[in-house]
C-alpha cells in the first residue's frame, strides 16, 4: 500500500509554514491519540502517520528533500538506510516530545527554551481602613507597604557587581533537562539552575544572588471620594520587584470604610437616627442634624410626628465613585418618652392625659381591634 502525502496527512499546503505545521500536528496529535481512541481500531495506525508526517516535514533539509524527491528521499537508494529508520515510529517520543510543551508546557512550569530567566513579580495586597468622611471628601494617603525591591547593588541582576548571568552548562540555558523513559520523555527541572536556566559565578552579597531585597517603603495613594468597603485600587508596578530584572507585579490596594458614630451608610445615601422630645414630635419645630461634609442643617418637624419618620435631605449623601452625583441623607425619627420624672410632671402628664383620649387615633384604633377580637374568641 503506497504512503499517502504527508501534507495531506496533516491537511497542511506544501507552502505551509513550520508553525503551520506544527499547529496541524499538535491538532492531529490530540485528535488521534490512541488513549481518546479506544473504539477506533485505525487510530494508532493513524496516530503513527501523522508523527511519521511530522518527522519529515518539521525538518527544514528533510521537507526540503521530501518536497523534491517525495517518498523516495528517505528509501534505500536516496536515504542510505532502512525504512523507517529516520521517521516513522522509530522516534516517536522526539517528534511527540516537539508538541508536548505547546500542549502542557504552561501547565508544566513553562515552555521549552524559555527558561526563568525574568520572571515578574508578584502581586501585593494592602488593606487600608478610611473614616466615611474621608471617604466622603476623598484624601491622600501615605502607606508602609513590605515588599521586594530591585537589588541596587547588582542592578537587579543577582550578580556581584552587575555582571550578567551564564548559561546553565546542564540545560544549556533551557531550564529543563529530557530523560527517555520508555515510550515518553520526561522533562524535569534542571537540578544545576532550578529551571532558571543561568547560573550567577559571583553571587551578590547583597541580595544573596536572587536580585531583590526585601524592605519597606513609603507610597502616597489617591483615595477617589466616594469609595466604600471592597472597592480595590491598582498601582499598576508597585508590587515585588521581579527576579533577575523582570518585571515588577502590581499593588492592589483594599479599602475598608470605617463605621461611623452617626451615620450609617447604605450605597451612596446616609442614614441619621435623630432622637426629638415628646414635645416636638406633638407641637412640631425645627432641630439641627449634622452632615458628613462638617455642617449643620435645620430641619422642620411637623407636628404629630411618630418614632421612625423618614425626612429627606436632598444631596447630602455620599459621592457616587463614578462622580457627578450624591446620595441623599435620611434622618429617621425618635420620638424620646421623658425619665426621671418630677412630682408636678408626672401630675402634669396625667392631666395631659384625661385631656388627649381623643388625640391618639392610633392607640383607640389598635384597642377597638382588640376589644373585637376577644368578643369574637368568646363567640
Known amino acids: 500500500m503506497s504512503k499517502r502525502d504527508f501534507y495531506e496527512v496533516l491537511g497542511v499546503s506544501k507552502g505551509a509554514s513550520a508553525d503551520e505545521i506544527k499547529k496541524a500536528y499538535r491538532q492531529k496529535a490530540k485528535q488521534l491519540h490512541p488513549d481518546r481512541n479506544s473504539d477506533n481500531p485505525n487510530a494508532e495506525s493513524e496516530f503513527k502517520e501523522a508523527n511519521e508526517a511530522y518527522e519529515i516535514l518539521k525538518d527544514a533539509e528533510k521537507k526540503a528533500a521530501y518536497d523534491r524527491f517525495g517518498h523516495a528521499a528517505f528509501e534505500g537508494g536516496m536515504g542510505g538506510g532502512r525504512p523507517g529508520a529516520q521517521y516513522g515510529g522509530g522516534d516517536f517520543a522526539s517528534a511527540f516530545s516537539d508538541v508536548f510543551d505547546d500542549l502542557f508546557g504552561d501547565i508544566m512550569g513553562g515552555r521549552r527554551g524559555g527558561g526563568q530567566r525574568a520572571m515578574r513579580g508578584s502581586d501585593l495586597r494592602y488593606n487600608l481602613r478610611v473614616t466615611l468622611e474621608e471617604a466622603h471628601q476623598g484624601i491622600q494617603k501615605t502607606v508602609q507597604v513590605p515588599t521586594a525591591l530591585a537589588c541596587e547593588t547588582c542592578s537587579g541582576t543577582g550578580a556581584e557587581g552587575g555582571a550578567e548571568p551564564q548559561q546553565c552548562p546542564t540545560c544549556a540555558g533551557m531550564g529543563k533537562v529530557r530523560a527517555s523513559q520508555g515510550f515518553f520523555t520526561v522533562e524535569r ?79 451612596v445615601n446616609l442614614y441619621c437616627h435623630v432622637p426629638v422630645s415628646m414635645a ?99 363567640s
Open 189 to 267: 527541572t534542571c537540578p544545576t539552575c532550578s529551571g532558571a536556566g543561568q547560573t550567577i559565578q559571583n553571587p551578590c552579597k547583597s541580595c544573596g544572588g536572587a536580585g531583590r531585597v526585601e524592605k519597606e517603603r513609603s507610597l502616597s495613594v489617591n483615595i477617589p471620594a466616594g469609595v466604600e468597603t471592597g472597592t480595590r485600587i491598582r498601582l499598576a508596578g508597585e508590587g515585588e520587584a521581579g527576579l533577575r530584572g523582570g518585571p515588577s507585579g502590581d499593588l492592589y490596594i483594599f479599602i475598608e470604610v470605617s463605621e461611623h458614630p452617626l451615620f450609617q451608610r447604605d450605597g
Open 280 to 378: 416636638t414630635a406633638a407641637l412640631g419645630g425645627d432641630i439641627e442634624v449634622p452632615t458628613i461634609d462638617g455642617g449643620r442643617s435645620r430641619v422642620k418637624v411637623p407636628s404629630g410626628s411618630q418614632s421612625g419618620r423618614h425626612m429627606r435631605l436632598r444631596s447630602k449623601g455620599m459621592p457616587s465613585l463614578r462622580g457627578g452625583t450624591h446620595g441623599d441623607m435620611m434622618i429617621e425619627l425618635a420620638v424620646e418618652t421623658p425619665v426621671n420624672l418630677t412630682g408636678r410632671q408626672k401630675e402634669l402628664l396625667r392631666e395631659f392625659e384625661k385631656l388627649s383620649e381623643e388625640n391618639n387615633p392610633e392607640s383607640s384604633g389598635f384597642f377597638k381591634k382588640v376589644k373585637s377580637f376577644w368578643e369574637s374568641m368568646k
